[in-house]
T-cell receptor, first 112, second 117 residues
Framework: EDQVTQSPEALRLQEGESSSLNCSYT??????LFWYRQDPGKGPEFLFT???AGEEKEKERLKATLTKKESFLHITAPKPEDSATYLC?????????????FGTGTRLTIIP | ETGVTQTPRHLVMGMTNKKSLKCEQH?????MYWYKQSAKKPLELMFV???????ENNSVPSRFSPECPNSSHLFLHLHTLQPEDSALYLC????????????????FGDGTRLSIL
């Protein structure tokens, strides 16, 4: 069974304090790992797709990395507007159809 | 208007009511999805449509009935719901669901917050 585990469940940082969020996965036949950001009352907003171990993607203060067993979302010098829940999802193909399995997310709070 | 639009944003209904959720995508995608998001739980896939055809029903109770009249519109018809069905219902779309649609992310609407009295 495909599994995705995100840690920590919640993280509070001071503005400017860098840290990392973890997404570990157990799947057969990974066809992509996705990071999303979700603000309260909103749907998930796409951030990154990673396909192979060693790949890295960057966007503003965020950098996503991927190994064969986990992905990290590094946040550098965060600002209060980076506060959100960050979701990780892995994609596999089963019987010709794609399937996304999500983690429960990390709720990030940046304190001014 | 761009992206994925869901209506209504909030819905309160009794267990005996019948209501429908609507989703419309303006991205030119061919696949559409319904997810359920409950507190402290991962997003749960409910239904998948690809080119208007249902390709997945993730063991969803029959009190939830999807409808996809075309690639841009998706409905979720609700009847005789239970209190445990209270949740955020999210619609998403993507270019496709098969290998040919690979490497394309799903894009989500802002959801309908459903409360069952």
């Amino acid at each position: 069974e495909d599994q995705v585990t995100q840690s920590p469940e919640a993280l509070r940082l001071q503005e400017g304090e860098s840290s990392s969020l973890n997404c570990s996965y157990t799947v057969s036949g990974l066809r992509g790992l996705f990071w999303y950001r979700q603000d309260p009352g909103k749907g998930p907003e796409f951030l990154f797709t990673l396909y192979s171990a060693g790949e890295e993607k960057e966007k503003e203060r965020l950098k996503a990395t991927l190994t064969k067993k986990e992905s990290f979302l590094h946040i550098t010098a965060p600002k209060p507007e980076d506060s959100a829940t960050y979701l990780c999802a892995v994609r596999v193909f089963r019987f010709g159809n794609e399937k996304l399995t999500f983690g429960t997310g990390t709720r990030l709070t940046i304190i001014p | 208007e761009t992206g994925v639009t869901q209506t209504p944003r909030h819905l309160v209904m009794g267990m005996t009511n019948k209501k429908s959720l609507k989703c419309e995508q303006h991205l030119g995608h061919n696949a559409m999805y319904w997810y359920k998001q409950s507190a402290k739980k991962p997003l749960e896939l409910m239904f998948v449509y690809n080119f208007k055809e249902q390709t997945e029903n993730n063991s969803v109770p029959s009190r939830f009935s999807p409808e996809c009249p075309n690639s841009s519109h998706l409905f979720l018809h609700l009847h005789t719901l239970q209190p445990e069905d209270s949740a955020l219902y999210l619609c998403a779309s993507s270019r496709g669901t098969g290998i040919g649609g690979a490497n394309q992310p799903q894009h989500f609407g802002d959801g309908t917050r459903l409360s069952i009295l």
